[in-house]
């Protein structure tokens, strides 16, 4: 019923941006938590940052002055901008909504960041 496309996603060098976004489709709602979450090698998937239907953010203590989390309802997008990039950073990162109407959740199919000098 709903779908998630990320984008965006590349390799760079250690100190350089990315942004990546995520476009929805099907039925949704403006309601829902959206958020970014990445998951290294070796590692479990851990959230980057969530932004709420009233554009609250919060963010990883890794990421944050670092990464901004953003969403246009109008067009059902939600981004990640991505600065000061580390080798750390370096993950598949998957697009989430959460529908807290019936406690489910809705992700895409996840696009590598690769942060190497």
């Known amino acids: 019923q709903v779908q998630l496309e990320e984008s965006g996603g590349g390799l760079v060098q250690p100190g350089e941006s990315l942004r990546l976004s995520c476009a929805v489709s099907g039925r949704t709602s403006s309601s829902w938590t959206m958020g970014w979450f990445r998951q290294a090698p070796g590692k479990q998937r851990e959230s980057v940052a969530r932004?709420?239907?009233?554009?609250?953010?919060n963010y990883a203590d890794s990421v944050k002055g670092r990464f901004t989390i953003s969403r246009d309802n109008t067009k059902s997008t939600v981004d990640l901008q991505m600065d000061s990039l580390k080798p750390e950073d370096t993950a598949v990162y998957s697009c989430?909504?959460?529908?807290?109407?019936?406690?489910?959740?809705?992700w895409g199919q996840g696009t590598q960041v690769t942060v190497s000098s």
């Open positions: 989430n909504v959460f529908d807290s109407g019936w406690s489910r959740d809705y």
């Open positions: 932004i709420t239907s009233g554009h609250i953010t």
